[in-house]
Structure formats: structure tokens, C-alpha cells
């Protein structure tokens, strides 16, 4: 088989890829309108200890009815750093940012969440291996991104320092960054829905007792945001929205999935701006356009490496998780 016919036959593989990942920005960009809503009815260490347990749950029934083996004993300790980064650290800390902080501002300090992932995803052996080392051209693409929504922050903040809200989301960007790379590398060897199925039971047991003791600490208002919210946390922002964003990441390898995410923020605007009548900064705009073309020097700059890699992962995992 020549280069050309086995470049032919692995593209629609990457294209798959590719809007597999774009899918998962899309679901995780409802998740924190999600939480704010969530909030309305509940407390943050509940919701974070119930949208756990109810993903725990629902991804056990999964892996019970499709009769998933357990995972050999060398994924472990990756499918940890899903569970504390994914399962419990991101969501804890975003939720008790939210609670300080109004969306808007939330969503653009994550905003440097790809760039975290793409760093961990690289400098890791098994991240190299996920997705090669990106290009200077891929790096200096990203670290402009990161600097555009870093300069849309402070230009929100009016100039002033880190609050308690900023530091728990840079702590929570921090660990969801070891997540997702974590959770990229393993997708290629096992199918994506089993890897962020298993992180979230494994991190069951924590989430439930989080649940049950703050559901005594805590006050409750069955409304029907505070539900709604809990629901779409629970079964799209902690369980469905990985299993295409890993199987994303499989195919076409961490840096590159991950600079998908810097639409995110720019996204989750528009739900704030829709869902919870936050007023729309007048920067937005320009800064959406600078992210936009940031995506596409990454995407470009990120083309050739690791292809054979990064086919060969998602083929086998999402094929299995269909």
C-alpha cells in the first residue's frame, strides 16, 4: 500500500475524530449554565456529591450491560487521575468558584484549560505517544490563544489581582487537565466510554459520601432549574459528553483535540447570555475571532504528527464503543 492510499484510507478516521471532540466542547460548554442553574436548588458540595453519584450510577449500569471487563491493572492508575481530576476535583472546585464568580468570567479562565492539557498531554511519555510532539508552530498558535482569553479575564476583572474564585479555577483546570490527557492516552487502548465509565465509578464511593453528608449540611429547593441542571450535569457534563470527547482525543491525539476547547469559553457566553441573562461583554466579539483563528493555526500547525498513532488508538476504541 503506497503513502498516499494509506493517507487516503486514515482520513476519514481524523475527520471522525475531529468532530467527535467538537461534540464534547459543545456538551461541556452547557456545563457550567448547568451548574449555575444547579446552584438555584442546591448547595455546592451537594450538587457536587450528587451529580457524581448519579454518573457513577448510570455509567455502572452501562459497563454492567454491555459486560465490560475490568481494566487490566497497568490502567489504574491512569483511570485514577480520571476520577480525582474529571469525577471529583473540576467539578468540586468550577462548582465552588461559580458560587463567587458569574459565568461569563468562570468560562474565560478555563479558557486556558486546552493549553494546560496540550502541555501535560506533550510532556508526558504516554501523551507523546498519544499524539507525538506538536510543532514550535502548534505551540505558538496555543500560547496566543491562552494569552488572548488570559487578556480577556483581566480586561473583565478591571485590572485586579487573582480573587478565591480565579484560584479555585485555576486549581481546577489544573487537575481536569491531567484528566483529559490522562483519560486521551487510555481512550486509545480501551473504548472511550469505558474509560470515563470507569472513572466515574471508581470515584463513586467519595462522590456518594460527599452527596449523603452535604444533603444534611446543606439546604434544598426542589426547583426546577436546580433539577434540570443536576440532571445534564450528571449524565452529559460528567459521562456522556467524555465519551465522544475521548474517543475525540484517540483519534487525533491530545494537543489537538485540546485546542478545540478554546471555543469553549466563547460558547458557554452565548448560554449565559440566553440561559441566565448575563449581559454579553462588549470584547467578546473580537476575542471570538482571535480564538477562532487560534483553533486554526492549531489545527493546521498540528497536522502530520502522530497519525499513525493517533489513528491506531481511535480506530480500536471507537469501534469498540459503539
Known sequence: MSAHDSATMLRPIAVGGTAQAALGVFAFSFSFPATAWALEGFGPWTVTGLRGTFAGLLAGICLLAAGARVPPRSAWPGLAAVAVGCAVGFPLLSTLALRLSSTAHSAVVIGLLPLATAA???????????????????????????????????????????????????????????????????????????????????????NALTGALALTAEPVHGNWHGLTGLAYLAAVSQFGGFVVWYRGMA????????????????????????????????????????????????????????????????????????
Do not use: H, M, N
Open 120 to 206: 501535560v498531554g506533550a510532556l508526558r511519555v504516554g501523551g507523546l505517544r498519544a499524539g507525538a510532539r506538536p510543532p514550535r508552530a502548534f505551540w505558538l498558535a496555543a500560547l496566543a490563544g491562552a494569552a488572548v482569553v488570559l487578556a480577556f479575564t483581566v480586561q473583565q476583572s478591571g485590572g485586579a489581582g487573582l480573587t478565591t474564585a480565579d484560584l479555585y479555577l485555576f486549581g481546577a483546570l489544573l487537575v481536569c487537565a491531567f484528566g483529559y490527557a490522562e483519560g486521551g492516552r487510555l481512550a486509545r487502548d480501551l473504548p472511550g466510554w469505558q474509560v470515563i465509565g470507569w472513572g466515574v465509578v471508581a470515584a463513586l464511593p467519595v
Open 251 to 322: 483519534a487525533i491525539g491530545v494537543p489537538r483535540a485540546s485546542q478545540l476547547q478554546l471555543a469553549q469559553p466563547l460558547l458557554t457566553l452565548c448560554w449565559a447570555v440566553l440561559l441566565l441573562a448575563e449581559t454579553l461583554p462588549a470584547t467578546a466579539v473580537p476575542t471570538a475571532l482571535a480564538v477562532v483563528a487560534c483553533i486554526a493555526a492549531t489545527q493546521r500547525a498540528g497536522k502530520g504528527t502522530g497519525k499513525g498513532r493517533g489513528q491506531s488508538g481511535g480506530d480500536g476504541g471507537g469501534a469498540s464503543s459503539q
